[in-house]
T-cell receptor, first 113, second 112 residues
Framework: QKEVEQNSGPLSVPEGAIASLNCTYS??????FFWYRQYSGKSPELIMS????GDKEDGRFTAQLNKASQYVSLLIRDSQPSDSATYLC?????????????FGQGTILTVHP | DARVTQTPRHKVTEMGQEVTMRCQPI?????VFWYRQTMMQGLELLAY????????DSGMPKDRFSAEMPDATLATLKIQPSEPRDSAVYFC??????????FGQGTRLTVV
């Protein structure tokens, strides 16, 4: 089992729709969770962080965390063509992996006009 | 403008040569990560340091790769000897404990 798994994608949504990206993780002791966006040829850019169960909203982005289910998601409302990118879920481990930041394989999102 | 700085941005080298990549983490950050990204494998963690001490380098091929932090402002990743399969983009990222990590622009390595 991979440490961090994301829905395989690619995901294609029309402009203005909600894009939903999902991620599961295996380390129950994980402390912090992040979503990064990566445009082609660029480095990953942090867009959301979440540390406790529930929802966290920032503009059009909402991150959701459920530690009991070991599940974290990202919702993008009113999707724009500029949101087209690869989205990476990252998890900071606990226990002997404290502070080890592991990434999922990424989900390619395309927003079409 | 705090940012992670990586050099060089691009490197083309011949198989068997030594390659050194450098990273200057954001001032005040105590955790430094080295990642390798390829289309097939995605973003793989090679090694990470906290307060300059290596914590985990299990993702690195030990026979040819080495990572060090000679001081708090410099992290290095060396490959000796380099092989064509090492061709990838290498990223450095820095953070503070388990808070957000920020990435440098990467070093695109091509081994011919």
């Amino acid at each position: 089992q991979k440490e961090v798994e994301q829905n395989s994608g690619p995901l294609s949504v029309p402009e203005g729709a909600i894009a939903s990206l999902n991620c599961t993780y295996s380390d129950r002791g994980s402390q912090s969770f992040f979503w990064y966006r990566q445009y082609s040829g660029k480095s990953p850019e942090l867009i959301m962080s979440i540390y406790s169960n529930g929802d966290k909203e920032d503009g059009r982005f909402t991150a959701q965390l459920n530690k009991a289910s070991q599940y974290v998601s990202l919702l993008i409302r009113d999707s724009q063509p500029s949101d087209s990118a690869t989205y990476l879920c990252a998890v900071n481990g606990g226990g002997t992996s404290y502070g080890k930041l592991t990434f999922g394989q990424g989900t390619i999102l395309t927003v079409h006009p | 403008d705090a940012r992670v700085t990586q050099t060089p941005r691009h490197k083309v080298t011949e198989m068997g040569q030594e390659v050194t990549m450098r990273c200057q983490p954001i001032l005040g950050h105590n955790t430094v990560f080295w990642y390798r990204q390829t289309m097939m494998q995605g973003l793989e963690l090679l090694a990470y340091f906290r307060n300059r001490a290596p914590l985990d380098d299990s993702g690195m091929p030990k026979d040819r790769f080495s990572a060090e932090m000679p001081d708090a402002t410099l992290a290095t990743l060396k490959i000796q000897p380099s092989e064509p399969r090492d061709s990838a983009v290498y990223f450095c990222a820095s953070g503070f404990w388990t808070a957000e990590a920020f990435f440098g622009q990467g070093t695109r390595l091509t081994v011919v």
